[in-house]
């Protein structure tokens, strides 16, 4: 089955640690996306990269680190710098950075 | 900064009311577009897009869209809305800018049809 796999679905962590979302897509799309969703918020761009080894800031990036080093992976860290990280996460790839995207089941991420 | 709006944040409808979605995006240049459909517990769904072309653009489940370049506006349509219809919509645009196209989303209309 093709298609973006994100994990975990829930995951909890201690406020000023580190937490590794992890994003996978066996669709052998180019372009990996990163969201970050909050209510009436709607979808806010954290990252993204068109290619292996190449990525942009999105509008919120601070607080947010990512890597590139293989095409079918795109994971996200969130840091302790970021000061709201609570929220739902979406992954998403697309064809070549220009066409719909498709997108995974999401992490949800709790801080305490 | 690029930007999409989204003017409404809730709409409630009766069943077989028509809707009407309004979508507006910051500035020109060569874009593409689309509206996707988050239903409950679901993850985001491609409803329609809109490349090049005939401007009225038309979707799954009776959704269309109309690309007015000149008012940078691509409103969601449907004549008859059903109960399953209840779901959160999004408008999303890619600016081709310097190679780098960045996939931005509006914040979402929050739709409840009720029976």
């Known amino acids: 089955d093709g298609g973006i796999t994100q994990s975990p679905k829930y995951l909890f962590r201690k406020e000023g640690q580190n937490v590794t979302l992890s994003c996978e897509q066996n669709?052998?799309?180019?372009?990996m996306y990163w969201y970050r969703q909050d209510p009436g918020q709607g979808l806010r761009l954290i990252y993204y990269?068109?290619?292996?080894?190449?990525?942009q800031k999105g509008d919120i990036a601070e607080g947010y680190s990512v890597s590139r080093e293989k095409k079918e992976s795109f994971p996200l860290t969130v840091t302790s710098a970021q000061k709201n990280p609570t929220a739902f996460y979406l992954c998403?790839?697309?064809?070549?950075?220009?066409?719909?995207?498709?997108f995974g089941q999401g992490t949800r991420l709790t801080v305490v | 900064a690029q930007s999409v709006s989204q003017h409404n944040h809730h709409v409630i409808l009766s069943e077989a009311a028509s809707l009407e979605l309004g979508c507006n995006y910051s500035y020109g240049g060569t874009v593409n577009l689309f509206w996707y459909v988050q239903y409950p517990g679901q993850h985001l769904q491609l409803l329609l897009k809109?490349?090049?072309?005939?401007?009225l653009v038309k979707g799954i489940k009776g959704f269309e869209a109309e690309f007015i370049k000149s008012k940078f506006s691509f409103n969601l349509r449907k004549p008859s809305v059903q109960w399953s219809d209840t779901a959160e919509y999004f408008c999303a645009v890619i600016w081709f800018s310097g190679g780098y196209n960045k996939l931005i989303f509006g914040a979402g209309t929050r739709l409840a049809v009720h029976p």
């Open positions: 669709l052998n799309h180019d372009a």
């Open positions: 998403a790839s697309s064809i070549g950075g220009f066409t719909e995207a498709f």
């Open positions: 990269s068109q290619i292996v080894n190449d990525f």
């Open positions: 809109y490349f090049s072309g005939d401007p």
